[in-house]
């Protein structure tokens, strides 16, 4: 603790590197739960496809035991927003589900999530999917460029904001977070503006940004199982999440396989690999 906050743990090279290996695992076990999201599916088949990749990789899961989690990921459905608990609940056409699953390598953590609308889309459930990807890019752009972690909720916040149609809601209950040698570290990392700067960006600095976004309020309320979070007023919400590392030589995006190029080429960002 420094003045009263949390330390921020600043990572090697060669430290990002290993985060790196844990992120491709976790990107190719997240393909193969999105691609399992079929209807009729259960949210625990899904939980099971997840877990066989990490297990065929030889890497750990970061969710599974954490503070008693049963499941190698969460799956949120519908107004279910984070910390779903995948069980028997049968996928139907028209659900929007977030898979968010965390992955370890040698003692290094990675942690994304991705949306997948199930079957049929209802537009406004893919304008929503759709809008908090790209906050979330935006977010990470904001990493590059800026100066301080609160850059980072300032650009999120922009970017919503800015775009046409039915406001969304950002919330502001569940924030991104440091990450490295334990899945939630310091700093949190807001997803909305505030008068707060927060740390410095600097290198060595791994963050996971995970804007979460809702068609109505942003109000919410966890369930008795004391995990789902879901919207009190039940309309659907959608979460995304990278992790990223701040290095000498700019930004890689850890748990994507080409360090995030292609979604940050049109933000003007090119990303460089950890030397």
Known sequence: MAF????????????????????????????????????????????EVFAAVLLEAGAKSNFLGYHGFPATICTSVNEEVVHGIPGDKVLQDGDIISIDGGAIVNGWHSDSARTVIVGTPDPEDQRLSDVTETAMWHGIA?????KFVGDIGAAVDDYVSSVPGKPLGILEDYVGHGIGSEMH???????????????????????????????????????????????????????????VAVHEKGIWVLSSPDGGAARLAPLGVVPVPIP
């Open 185 to 243: 570290m310091a700093p949190d990392v807001l997803n909305y503006r505030t008068s707060h700067r927060g740390p410095k960006i600097r290198p060595g600095l791994c963050l996971a940004i995970e804007p979460m976004l809702v068609r109505g309020g942003i109000e919410t309320a966890v369930l008795e199982d004391d995990w789902t979070v879901v919207t009190t007023d039940g309309k659907r919400s959608c979460q995304w999440e990278h992790s």
């Open 142 to 146: 904001a990493l590059a460029k800026g």
């Open 4 to 47: 009263g906050q949390p330390r921020i743990e600043y990572k090697t090279n060669a430290q990002m590197r290993t985060m790196h290996e844990a992120g491709l695992v976790l990107s190719r076990a997240l393909d193969a739960a999105v691609a399992a999201a079929v209807p009729g599916v259960t949210t625990k088949q899904l939980d």
